[in-house]
Nanobody, 121 residues
Framework: QVQLVESGGGLVQAGGSLTLSCVAS????????MGWYRQAPGKQRELVAA???????NYADSVKGRFTIPRDNAKNTMYLQMNSLKPEDTAVYYC???????????????WGQGTQVTVSL
């Protein structure tokens, strides 16, 4: 069994910063690509940022220059460092990862339960 658990969400004023964490646990053989998605009320879930196992990153245009997505492979952990937050960043943020489980001959994507980020004026 594999789990992704996010933490670090909360309420912050516009211009402030937050750092989200996503920890993968369970019978993990390898974690491949990881990413952060978000879903605001009434909107579709969208990709915020992604990182490969080798460290290559990809960011949505709306967060470029403000967010970074480091990962610690030794700890099976990914982060989302969010700076200069705007009210339009308000959403539930989800962690996603492509994981190979020990003893399972295929890979699949897992989702975390989500963490709320609210940015006030």
């Amino acid at each position: 069994q594999v789990q992704l658990v996010e933490s670090g969400g909360g309420l912050v004023q516009a211009g402030g910063s937050l750092t989200l964490s996503c920890v993968a646990s369970g019978s993990i053989f390898r974690i491949n690509d990881m990413g952060w998605y978000r879903q605001a009320p009434g909107k579709q879930r969208e990709l915020v940022a992604a990182i490969t196992s080798g460290g290559s990153t990809n960011y949505a245009d709306s967060v470029k220059g403000r967010f970074t997505i480091p990962r610690d492979n030794a700890k099976n952990t990914m982060y989302l460092q969010m700076n200069s937050l705007k009210p339009e960043d308000t959403a539930v943020y989800y962690c996603n990862a492509d994981i190979e489980q020990i003893g399972v001959p295929y890979r699949r994507r897992y989702w975390g339960q989500g963490t709320q980020v609210t940015v006030s004026l």
